[in-house]
């Protein structure tokens, strides 16, 4: 609606000079002397801040505000320790420079990036240090990397490949992004400085192109990087796109083909990130580029496969004392799936995770084993005696008859901060043991399952929940560990060794080796399960042929190693009998188990429209209300915008703004005993009027120039 039409619909005369402008003016209520500074010039506030810096406290007192100063630190403490270990597992250090990407690995750092990296980093700079243009019959060496969802993961490639070449002194790797790359100039010139302050730095650039000899070249003559590759002697140039399907085609053409004619003065190898597939990216390209490439095709893991290798790594760790409950884990790995997040992001939800169960909950400082003074609080006691899991706890001892425990417990402050931590590092111990199990069943699957693999984190839904030891999944695990034959079997000891078996697996192991000592020459050995072992008898009663299955005579070997599998069977089920509990029946797991769902799906997928309508329908869930009784219709006391959107609501898809202002006025109207300013409350009508039409909520209608359309319902 234009101005004149709004004007027209509120009744208002069409004089410009009117509607200049509309300013409120508010002096304040205390002024200050003639001769004073102001205070935006004075620096006390500053060298207060400074010295208040030191004492400030990250967390906020819990328990209502009681909990004391000590408490609160050792809460932030514990959580920064805890995490610093978690993220000394799978943190990368990155540090970005302007085009090209460097990230630093600490010395000695083992982690599961690197580990999941390694295998195709390898090949790579073998790829690099093998092909020349001699070897691609005059073609520019090309290396395809494809990598799906997992962009991160190309970075990572690229940086520890220019870390390789660097320490080896065979040359560098320069990464080039599409917005890099808006003309050739502009490209070449990026290039050639890319190059050279990856070694050098941007002084170093600046000092080659002043101290160079001879006639001064331009930024983007390929001359300057011929001189610079043969004064440092580089022996591989790796040019980088690591988005090349965003690179124009025609652009991406004349490039190459401009490499291509100095490959025997510059020793340049492209390599191409690509996030589709190999078809469609060289579907996109002339074939007079693609006859300019020659190289190998490789492929980066997965997103989702770094991402298991992460929560694996964080929830089955032997000096893991938190964990992530059912519902984070179910919603973590939704949004990986939804969003197609990096392993990256993935670590900074857990990370928010652990900061949301230290932030909030005051149990927690008993992961970092306090003294007895510092838990020596009434509301404390208090706070662990509401638990569900203390009742539950207390209903146990109970039906046992520890009536005086249980007593001591409820009434005796000391008794119960004394007790506490036992059960808290018990219980502790026996989550480790449970995901030590979940690991022994997805080792066993891996020999067992034919079909596709279970991974840690399915598995793991299932032991959170309590419902892993009596799945399907266990049950055909059993069954098909009594098939396995001696070879398969002999593996699967080794591996369950290596994990929590214990020394009966040992043995186990032993008595198999020494009966396959014996039985050299006669192949694996198979057990009583086995479908080879059975023989279909036939037997004709009254001139009916009847089928019955029986079992074969089995030599004694064949007997000795079924007595061993049924040994190993029967050890499997007693170890997760007893290992895989229900994690909520624990005492205490309040502590060392998170599993709210709201504090991470709110922040990682939030509701922008939801939090928008409600700030407008009930403004004071969220501002300071000066009355006693919470408002819950219109009222001149909340803000302008709340105010029209409310009445915007009560109205049908089409809104008279004449009918609007008027409802508008009348909310100050009938509130202000002494009578309004129009001009006030005119402002603030269209000032609301404007933010309604920012937040999309209302447009101007074609219908009716002095109505407004509705462009969006509560709740739709």
Known sequence: MDADGLNDALGLSNDKSQNLGAYIYQPPKHRKSAGERPSKRRKVSSTADKDERPDRQHFVPLLNGDENAKSVQLRYDAYQELWSKQEHKIQVSQANSWVVIVINYSPGLKNILEDVDAGVLTDVLSFVRDTSPQTCDGCIPTALVTVGSNVSSLSRLLSRLNGQLISAGEGSVVVLESGDAPNLKTTLKNIIRATVTNTDGNDGYQRFLTDRAGPRLLGYDLDLLHDYVQRKGTKKLVLALRDSEAFDPGLLTDLLSLFKSWLDRIPFTVLLGISTSVELFEGRLPRSCVALLQGKHFEVQEAGNCVDRIYETLQTDPDTNLWLGRNVTSTLFENTSDYFQSPEAFSRMVKYAYMSHFFANPLAVLLANPDSTVLAQNKFC????????????????????????????????????????????????RMQNMFQAVRVVHTCLQYTQSSKKTNVSDLSIRALSGELSESTIVEEMVATTKTLDSDKLDGLLLRLREIIMGPEAGAIQEDLRTLLGTCVNSGPLRSGYNINSTVTKTTVVQQRILLSKGQADLSEPAVEYTNIVDRLVALLQVHL????????????????????????????APRPRFAIERALSTPFDYLLSSSDVTMTKVSAKQPATAILYQLYLDSGALVNVHDLWQAFYGVFETEEAGGCDDRVVMSLFYGALSELKAFGVIKNSRKKTDHLAKSAWMGL
């Open 382 to 429: 208090e706070a662990i005696r509401n638990l569900p899991s203390f009742r539950m706890f207390c209903e146990d001892l109970v039906e046992e008859g520890s009536i005086n425990q249980v007593r001591d417990m409820l009434e005796v402050d000391e008794y119960l901060i004394q007790e506490a931590p036992k059960y808290l590092d018990a219980n502790q111990q």
């Open 577 to 604: 009998t007893e290992t895989l509990i229900n994690p909520q029946d624990l005492f205490l797991h309040e502590i060392f188990l998170f599993d709210l769902r709201n504090p991470l799906k709110e922040t990682f």
